[in-house]
């Protein structure tokens, strides 16, 4: 019995001790490096405006007005909606995924005054989360004319402002983050983002 006691003992002394270490000072010190090295990251990557975190640059947000730079389709609950992040899982040849895309084709054509062969495949497609807060530069600068217009801006600025949100694009395809376009429009253009 003085066997089973001391070996009980060790497991529990054991238990406590793997639980202060891997439970509570190595989950310390991973946050606290992450605090130090990586605040930005470890926080979410928010998004502030006049001091208020406004959004997140990992999750993207409809957008609506013709004044704005609009996202890619989201199939997220109803649009957007970070519980619920998912994406279609329609199939390519899916006649439901299919009249969709054309129905969305038709409508950016319509409103950005385009072919709809003009339409680029993200602003018709949802993306595997349905939160992608990226878009491709055909996409952003497809939608210039539309938002200098609607913003009374000089597309010339405008197509500036999304040539310094581009990123990648040299082995990578060449992204805006919608959020941070749409921010830095609000700021040229004295408007509230909502």
Same mark, same amino acid.
């Given at each position: 019995?003085?066997?089973?006691?001391?070996?009980?003992?060790?497991?529990?002394?054991?238990?406590?001790?793997?639980?202060?270490?891997?439970?509570?000072?190595?989950?310390?010190?991973?946050?606290?490096?992450?605090?130090?090295?990586?605040?930005?990251?470890?926080?979410?990557?928010?998004?502030?405006?006049?001091?208020?975190?406004?959004?997140?640059?990992?999750?993207?947000?409809?957008?609506?007005?013709?004044?704005?730079?609009?996202?890619?389709?989201?199939?997220?609950?109803?649009?957007?909606?970070?519980?619920?992040?998912?994406?279609?899982?329609?199939?390519?040849?899916?006649?439901? /995924?299919?009249?969709?895309?054309?129905?969305?084709?038709?409508?950016?054509?319509?409103?950005?005054?385009?072919?709809?062969?003009?339409?680029?495949?993200?602003?018709?497609?949802?993306?595997?989360?349905?939160l992608d807060p990226n878009i491709s530069s055909a996409?952003?600068?497809?939608?210039?004319?539309?938002?200098?217009?609607?913003?009374?801006?000089?597309?010339?600025?405008?197509?500036? /402002?999304?040539?310094?949100?581009?990123?990648?694009?040299?082995?990578?395809?060449?992204?805006?983050?919608?959020?941070?376009?749409?921010?830095?429009?609000?700021?040229?253009?004295?408007?509230?983002?909502?």
């Amino acid at each position: 019995m003085t066997s089973l006691l001391r070996t009980g003992v060790t497991a529990l002394r054991a238990l406590v001790v793997f639980t202060i270490v891997l439970g509570i000072a190595f989950p310390l010190a991973i946050w606290g490096v992450g605090q130090v090295a990586f605040n930005a990251s470890a926080n979410g990557s928010l998004i502030r405006s006049d001091g208020k975190v406004i959004a997140s640059s990992l999750i993207g947000q409809q957008s609506s007005g013709p004044q704005w730079f609009h996202s890619r389709p989201s199939a997220a609950g109803k649009g957007y909606d970070a519980e619920s992040s998912s994406g279609t899982n329609l199939g390519p040849n899916n006649p439901a /995924l299919t009249a969709l895309i054309e129905k969305r084709k038709a409508a950016i054509a319509a409103e950005e005054g385009v072919a709809a062969g003009a339409v680029p495949p993200d602003a018709v497609t949802a993306s595997g989360s349905g939160l992608d807060p990226n878009i491709s530069s055909a996409y952003a600068y497809l939608q210039v004319a539309r938002v200098a217009r609607e913003n009374g801006l000089d597309p010339a600025v405008v197509r500036a /402002l999304v040539t310094s949100h581009v990123s990648g694009g040299v082995i990578s395809p060449a992204l805006v983050n919608v959020v941070e376009l749409n921010l830095a429009l609000a700021h040229i253009t004295g408007r509230t983002m909502g």
